[in-house]
T-cell receptor, first 111, second 114 residues
Framework: GDSVTQMEGPVTLSEEAFLTINCTYT??????LFWYVQYPGEGLQLLLK?????DKGSNKGFEATYRKETTSFHLEKGSVQVSDSAVYFC??????????FGAGTRLAVHP | EAGVAQSPRYKIIEKRQSVAFWCNPI?????LYWYQQILGQGPKLLIQ????????DSQLPKDRFSAERLKGVDSTLKIQPAKLEDSAVYLC????????????FGPGTRLTVT
């Protein structure tokens, strides 16, 4: 069945460092792909999405490119801030619009 | 626009007790989802409603979990009897049938079973 695998955390970075969180997926066809973020004490929020191959989703300085050749959707940011500390989830849209999530990657950014 | 509302935010019960969670979706959203998020894991879909009909409940442990969405608006998820492994955050989400089909999540209910 469909599944999402993302790199284990926690990822600990200094402020202004470059961020990459790896995400790969297994699915039939070419599903829409998403990154969600969960800040401490808050609900899941959509960060960015891509609906077809080679699409690049971007928001708040974060980017991810849908690569069908490598079945990947890695999240990147050029310069992280302390306020980016959160848990990041990669997900794909399966049948009936249900979301299939990876296990999540915790990011801690320190000054 | 009001977001997805859930209550209670926290609940602690003993094993074998029963518990119910409530969700009110964004106004006008026909589709409602319940996800279970166990600590250290990503959310997993338990059940999906479109209006008041069930679209997918393949991952719902039906011997102890039940859910309903009367009148196609708010929904209740019940666990009876609870087990220790049911400790998790229960997330409700809703989406529209038009446009991007984006799911909007509520803040979740954190359940601890002791």
């Amino acid at each position: 069945g469909d599944s999402v695998t993302q790199m284990e955390g926690p990822v600990t970075l200094s402020e202004e460092a470059f961020l990459t969180i790896n995400c790969t997926y297994t699915a039939t066809g070419y599903p829409s792909l998403f990154w969600y973020v969960q800040y401490p004490g808050e609900g899941l929020q959509l960060l960015l999405k891509a609906t077809k191959a080679d699409d690049k989703g971007s928001n708040k300085g974060f980017e991810a490119t849908y690569r069908k050749e490598t079945t990947s959707f890695h999240l990147e940011k050029g310069s992280v801030q302390v306020s980016d500390s959160a848990v990041y989830f990669c997900a794909l849209r399966g049948g009936y619009n249900k979301l299939i999530f990876g296990a999540g990657t915790r990011l801690a950014v320190h000054p | 626009e009001a977001g997805v509302a859930q209550s209670p935010r926290y609940k602690i019960i003993e094993k074998r007790q029963s518990v119910a969670f409530w969700c009110n979706p964004i106004s006008g959203h026909a589709t409602l989802y319940w996800y279970q998020q166990i600590l250290g894991q990503g959310p997993k879909l338990l059940i999906q409603f479109q209006n008041n009909g069930v679209v997918d409940d393949s991952q719902l442990p039906k011997d102890r979990f039940s859910a309903e969405r009367l009148k196609g608006v708010d929904s209740t998820l019940k666990i009876q009897p609870a087990k220790l492994e049911d400790s998790a955050v229960y997330l409700c989400a809703s989406s529209s049938e038009t446009g991007s089909y984006e799911q909007y999540f509520g803040p979740g209910t954190r359940l601890t079973v002791t």
